[in-house]
């Protein structure tokens, strides 16, 4: 399958900046609107992880600063 390509975000500069100025920052908005997408692109060397999942959510809750 073809990957499609990722439209660059006028936000995406503004997000970089604030995450040099911050420990970290918050991508808000409704289901489906691409905050994901625009986070792995201003980010990509930034691990990702998806607290939907519940072993991923259950280890932030148990373990917080990934100690273990």
Do not use: W
């Not at 692109?41 to 259950?58: G, I, S, W």
């Amino acid at each position: 399958m073809p990957r499609t390509a990722v439209i660059e975000r006028d936000i995406a500069p503004c997000l970089i900046e604030l995450f040099d100025q911050c420990p970290f920052v918050t991508a808000t908005g409704p289901r489906q609107s691409g905050k994901t997408t625009l986070c792995r692109a201003a980010f990509p060397h930034q691990k990702y992880v998806n607290l939907e999942a519940p072993d991923q959510r259950e280890f932030a809750r148990s373990d917080p600063r990934g100690d273990s």
